[in-house]
């Protein structure tokens, strides 16, 4: 067999015979760290494009449905911006446009001659993870052992995706093993952050981000199993939602940790444009997942939840922040983030009070413990077919290597040790939901807390290999709550200079408090994360758009 390296070479050519070669462009200096306006001042782009791929999930929907703009058109416009923003953050794995605009002219042949779109997503092109198998297409994962792997059906998801209308178009990044909250991986490099390439765009589902970003798609799918939907939409200033488990279908994607069915990993939308959410949880949940996904949840989009009937009809809404999760204090843009949203929350006649984390700590080792049960085994056999070597850092130099605590450090447990960690777990949940129904008592409302404001991390975008603190994010997939991201603001040196020291929870919360330089994180986005509980997507939808309604009036 070949040595990896030689496997890399062979499938990193095929990738740039891929692209059509007219739309290569001579991307901006190194030094250039803020690449948001090359797609546009690029020259590649006309002006119609332009228009097209600057709009809302919701404007483009209406006008593809009135033939105002061809699915052709549509999809033409965000495949150029996708490639020019390729060639300046490495965001792409498989690029399949030519597949794409011959759907596209299907469906515009059958508005044209029925007068109906297919179906809610009309010509609507679609990002993917690199786990949505699509018959055909290799799916790596970025593993050089599944080089020439091809689907032979698709994703249940990417199925329903297309009986919906949409375009699916490229696919993007992600870093080995998807267990990292960055994303590099060893057959197609790092991807960067495009407001700032010296930093990350956060993982697993970083390409997402970074095509998204630089709006080189209007929707795309992520996956989240510690937060790598929100990660990545809050270090890249998008929307994003990670759905509890089994309400978006999973079957026939590829996957890390295969088989362990504890913490889940889920699907769920990436967007700049917060209608995006809705329009594709709607879409997905009423094209009946259930049949075709064993493992789907059986409920349709509800319109009474989503117009928050348990919830006082979104009048007088009581929502709690959390400052910090007791475990890191998070840097100076994240708490003016949290200071803007409370007043704004406050502004707008809602009532806000400080939620009080029990067990975030607790509850990051037990996610741990679950995954690491046999992740160290599952890497080395994925990689053992070609000797690819397991990555062990996101860092630029592998000689500043640190082992996140995310990372598998042993060989394993047994599996009554995994039940006791289970059982454990369990038990933790009950008593989270009844911490969270005692607010009751100082909401006012007579309800408890409607939903929980806090970090998506302690920091905005970190620099390449610096991101090692997920448990913002963990947290909730360990108790289920969907969770939604929203932007608020950008790092901004004259607001967000260095504190003096806090009183440090340990020595990690003290490491975390020094890496902060309002200068290294400069132009990254902010956002928060707005929580609710399990099976709450509606509502949680519902709230993240009046959150920022707020957060939009108050500017």
Known sequence: MPHWTALVAEKKQRQLKSIPQEWLVTPPPPSTLD?????????????QE??????????????????????????????????????????????????????AAELDDHLKKTGKVVGPLHGLPISLKDQLCIKGIETTMGYVSWIGQYAEKNAVLVDILIECGAVPFVRTNIPQTLMWP???????????????????????????????????????????????????????????????????????????????????????????????????????????PWLKDPLAVRKKWDEDEYDLADHGSGKDLCFAIMWDDGVVVPHPPIRRSLEITKAALQKAGHKVVDWKPIKHKLLEDVARDIWNAASAEDFMITTSSTGEPVI?????????????????????????QLWQVQKLRQDIRKEYIDHWNMTASETGTGRPVDAIICPAAPFAATPHGKNRYANYTTVWNALDYPAAIFPVTTVDSTLDGKQPPHSFYDDFDKDVYEMYDPEKFKNAPVCLQLVGRTLEEEAVIKMTEIVDAALAAAK
């Open 182 to 288: 960055e994303s590099f991986n060893n057959v197609f490099g790092r991807t960067t952050n495009p407001y700032n390439v010296s930093l990350t765009p956060g993982g697993s589902s970083g390409g997402e981000g970074a095509l998204i970003a630089l709006k080189g798609s209007p929707l795309g799918v992520g996956s989240d199993i510690g937060g790598s939907v929100r990660i990545p939409s809050a270090f890249c200033g998008l929307y994003g939602l990670r759905p509890s488990y089994g309400r978006v279908p999973y079957c026939g994607a590829r996957n890390s940790l295969e088989g362990q069915d504890s913490i889940l990993s889920v699907f769920g939308p990436m967007t700049s444009s917060l209608g995006g959410l809705k329009v594709f949880m709607k879409a997905v949940v009423n094209s009946k």
């Open 392 to 416: 062990a850092t996101m860092e630029l130099d592998d000689a500043d290597g640190v082992t996140a605590s995310f990372r598998p450090r042993n060989g394993g447990v047994t599996a009554y």
């Open 50 to 103: 332009i228009e097209i791929t600057n709009s809302s999930v919701d404007v483009l929907l209406k006008k593809l449905a009135s033939a105002e703009w061809t699915a052709v058109d549509v999809t033409t416009a965000f495949s150029k911006r996708a490639i020019v923003a390729h060639q300046v953050v490495n965001c792409l794995t498989e690029i399949f446009i030519d597949r794409a605009l011959a759907r």
């Open 35 to 47: 690449v948001t306006g090359f797609p546009e001042s690029c020259g590649l782009l006309n002006v």
